[in-house]
């Protein structure tokens, strides 16, 4: 399949921005069913946002919890509910390769 340059409109700043072919063989590649939405600098700036952006490469905020298969403290990238169990990363990967 060939891919042709194409122009979308941003979501977010309303710029009129160019969906190369390249782009859209690397999203075809990636299993990517959506063009994208927000220009290359809007992207930037919400993963900035979302991650932050200093130079030390800031974590997410982390949430203390208690292995549901061991009972060891460990911290998680969510907030436990209390609803499903939530696993250290050892058991994690011990659970998700027995699936």
């Not at 390249?22 to 959506?34: A, D, K, P």
């Not at 911290?75 to 436990?80: L, N, Q, T």
């Amino acid at each position: 399949m060939s891919f042709e340059d194409k122009s979308l409109q941003c979501s977010d700043c309303g710029t009129t921005f160019t969906f190369s072919a390249e782009e859209q063989e690397l999203f075809q590649s990636r299993g990517y069913t959506n063009e994208p939405k927000r220009c290359p600098s809007c992207r930037q700036a919400r993963k900035s946002e979302r991650y932050g952006n200093d130079s030390y490469g800031s974590r997410r905020q982390m949430f203390p919890a208690t292995c549901a298969e061991c009972g060891k403290a460990t911290e998680v990238p969510f907030e436990p509910r209390g609803v499903k169990p939530v696993y250290c990363s050892d058991c994690y990967r011990k659970v998700r390769q027995s699936r």
